[in-house]
């Protein structure tokens, strides 16, 4: 009996080594994004994924893990801030930017910037084609928005990819003096989306129409809000969230403009390099 009490004691504490050694990697846990820090392991061969799992795939869906990773489902908000307690971290950009990094330098592996991850101005649906959106979006996509992006950015941390630049950034179908003395709420996240909108503002301001940018530090309410009209649009979010988000709340919401993309990255927490992923850069 002591001795089989022994042999059992002896197996709980090598779980517990092998437990204590599996490289630890947290991930967001909304659908897209937890899918997008998987699909980031799989292109550099340290998971293998369901090939039928696409843009919603879940530690689920993982169905070869060699290094036995064991993964940490965290708000996204959240990642930055469990950095420190796990080996690796996969934080969206601009919860990186917050948090003082730069996604392209500080980052051990990091997305192709040509991605179908494009952040986009939303609407509620039947309110796109308004002269509010059509003014929003002309400004937008102006030649100082991009400007502003590619030198504010230009390590490639946030990457325009405005498809038409308007030099001024004002629609010629648009009656701006109908506009003026209005307002125009936008819901965003501080970084870098809140920033890329002042310099819209200034361009909006011109005409009297202001821009009222109302920051959230999530990646739910911005989207509640603009389907139940208490704000006008948003900007923080990518495509395949958006068409997610409209699939699992039956939310309202078209994208109206693409701007920019913003390269998801793993950090090293406890771990410096890539080496334990057997990954080289």
């Known amino acids: 009996m002591k001795k089989l009490t022994a042999v059992i004691l002896a197996a709980l504490l090598s779980l517990s080594c092998v437990s204590a050694l599996a490289l630890q990697i947290a991930v967001p ?9 998987l699909l980031l392991l799989a292109a550099n061969g340290v998971i293998k994924l369901d090939e039928n799992a696409g843009i ?3 530690v689920a869906d993982i169905t070869e893990n060699p290094l036995n990773i064991e993964f940490y489902e965290v708000e996204a908000a959240n ?24 996604p392209a330098k500080d980052s051990l592996l990091i997305e192709n910037a040509e991605s179908p991850y494009v952040n986009v101005l939303s609407v509620k649906e039947g309110n796109e084609e308004t002269p509010e959106a059509k003014a929003l979006a002309a400004a937008l996509s102006s030649k100082a928005v991009a400007d502003y992006i590619s030198s504010t950015w230009a390590d490639g941390s946030v990457v325009c990819v405005i498809e038409n630049v308007d030099e001024d950034g004002y629609d010629d179908s648009v009656d701006y003096d109908a506009l003026a003395g209005k307002t125009i709420s936008v819901a965003a996240s501080p970084t870098p989306h809140a920033q890329v ?22 990646y739910v309410q911005p989207n509640l809000v603009v389907d139940a009209g208490e704000v006008f649009a948003n900007y923080f979010a990518h495509i395949p ?4 988000f409209n699939e699992e709340n039956g939310t309202h919401l078209v994208n109206i403009l693409g701007i920019h993309v913003e ?19």
């Not at 846990?29 to 820090?37: H, L």
């Not at 930055?80 to 003082?100: E, F, K, Q, S």
């Not at 909108?197 to 999530?218: G, Q, W, Y």
């Open 29 to 37: 846990n909304d659908t897209t994004n937890e899918a997008r820090a």
């Open 241 to 244: 969230y958006q068409q997610n």
């Open 56 to 58: 919603t795939a879940t």
């Open 197 to 218: 909108l002042a310099v819209a503002k200034d361009i909006l301001a011109a005409k009297n129409i202001t821009l009222d940018i109302i920051e959230f530090a999530d």
């Open 263 to 281: 390269p998801m990255a793993l950090y090293g927490g406890k771990q410096a390099d890539l080496n334990a992923l057997g990954v080289s850069k």
């Open 79 to 102: 990642v930055p801030n469990v950095l420190v307690d796990v080996d690796y971290a996969i934080i969206n950009n601009n919860y990186a930017l917050d948090a003082g990094f730069s």
